[in-house]
């Protein structure tokens, strides 16, 4: 499916093309496509939309992603977590293990098709042109553009016992250029996940009556353009929020941090975030700080949820996609290691660490 005005300015960059298919524009369509066929949103069913939506498969373990690749590799004690979580994801979501890549990845999966068809166009729109370009050095054995002869010889020497003939150097140069495609697109997913993150948790917002009916929801709006927020001084850097919501009839404002991940320079920046967005606080009440997250380090959620400013925590409420993931995956059969894990299962057994459904089922009941 073409993208509307992807690819169309001839002299578009690939880049240019690969920021609009992971554009907004685009996820939005993807959202609205998605959500007209799928099941009604609740905020009991509401986690199973996000896992469907943005949850990925990492290639280099076969598994459901849920920590840093390099530390779930086969082996080291996040294989055992991560193959937990993966057979925990796939019954939670009522799909067979080997199966559950074809019921997850929804916007990368679909923003990749979108950018594969416009390569695929402008591929053939540039083939009389780069013709034009090599004429002048027919002859000289330059090589194809794609071409890679190790990576070339590497697929041959693991195919040749099954090949009846050798493929074409043209068979071989695609096949490359595909390889490489693939590769390039996986590490593109960044672009998606982030910005993805927060229009999904805005979709089930919006999607959910008891909310959108009362509340105002605003996805990467400027604090300054929230009610009770004024501008920051001259030559300062205005602040951005990730989502907020305004209650229409009371006016409470809740500033809601969308990570899917949080890294261990995000930590700081939480607090950096809330003392700026406190600083220019004009209307004297206060106002909801919120993490919604899909991180799986148990010190890292444990953190979160510890954090303080001055004498209360930082953040009103601490909020993962669905706290039974990390629980499934703390669960594996490996000697537990450190202190993280049970201070996390405490946060959880607390209600501190509470699930997407249970702060929608909140936000609703407000």
Not at 68 to 74: A, G, I, L, R, V
Not at 75 to 94: D, I, N, Q, T
Not at 110 to 130: C, E, I, K, Q, S
Not at 146 to 170: K, Y
Request: charged letters at 25%; one cysteine or more; glycine letters at 8%.
């Amino acid at each position: 499916m073409a993208i509307p005005g992807l690819g169309s300015a001839p002299g578009g960059s690939t880049s240019e093309a690969s920021a609009r298919a992971f554009g907004e524009e685009n996820r939005a369509r993807l959202l609205q496509q998605y959500f007209s066929s799928a099941e009604a949103v609740t905020p009991e069913n509401a986690w199973r939309h996000v896992y469907r939506l943005l949850l990925w498969i990492d290639r280099t373990t076969g598994l459901a992603h849920c920590y840093e690749s390099d530390k779930c590799q086969p082996g080291r004690p996040w294989y055992a977590r991560s193959l937990a979580f993966h057979v925990w994801s796939a019954e939670a979501l009522g799909v067979a293990p080997g199966e559950l890549d074809k019921h997850i990845d929804y916007l990368f999966r679909h923003a990749t098709a979108d950018l594969a068809h416009v390569a695929a166009r402008n591929r053939a729109r540039l083939l009389g042109t780069v013709s034009g370009q090599r004429r002048p050095y027919e002859g000289m054995g330059l090589p194809e553009p794609g071409e890679d002869p190790e990576l070339e010889s590497i697929i041959i020497e693991v195919l040749d016992p099954f090949l009846a003939q050798r493929p074409s150097p043209t068979a071989l140069r695609e096949l490359a250029e595909r390889i490489y495609a693939h590769v390039g697109l996986e590490n593109k997913r960044k672009n998606l996940v982030g910005e993805g993150f927060e229009d999904t948790v805005s979709a089930l917002l919006s999607r959910i009556p008891a909310i959108a009916r009362t509340h105002t929801i605003h996805v990467r709006p400027l604090l300054h353009q929230l009610p009770g927020f004024r501008q920051p001084r001259a030559n300062s850097k205005p602040r951005q929020v990730d989502l907020a919501l305004v209650q229409g009839a009371t006016g409470r404002r809740t500033l809601v941090s969308c990570k899917w991940s949080v890294r261990s320079d995000r930590e700081e920046q939480f607090v950096s975030d809330f003392r700026d967005y406190a600083e220019l606080e004009e209307a004297g009440e206060d106002f909801d700080y919120v993490l919604v997250t899909n991180e799986f380090d148990p010190a890292r959620l444990a953190a979160a949820c510890e954090v303080r400013r001055q004498n209360s925590p930082l953040f009103s409420a601490v909020v993962h996609v669905n706290p039974a993931g990390p629980h499934a995956a703390y669960g594996a059969p490996i000697p537990p290691r450190g202190k993280g894990i049970s201070r996390a299962l405490g946060h959880i057994e607390s209600g501190r660490l509470v699930g997407l459904d249970g702060w929608l089922r909140d936000v609703a009941g407000r």
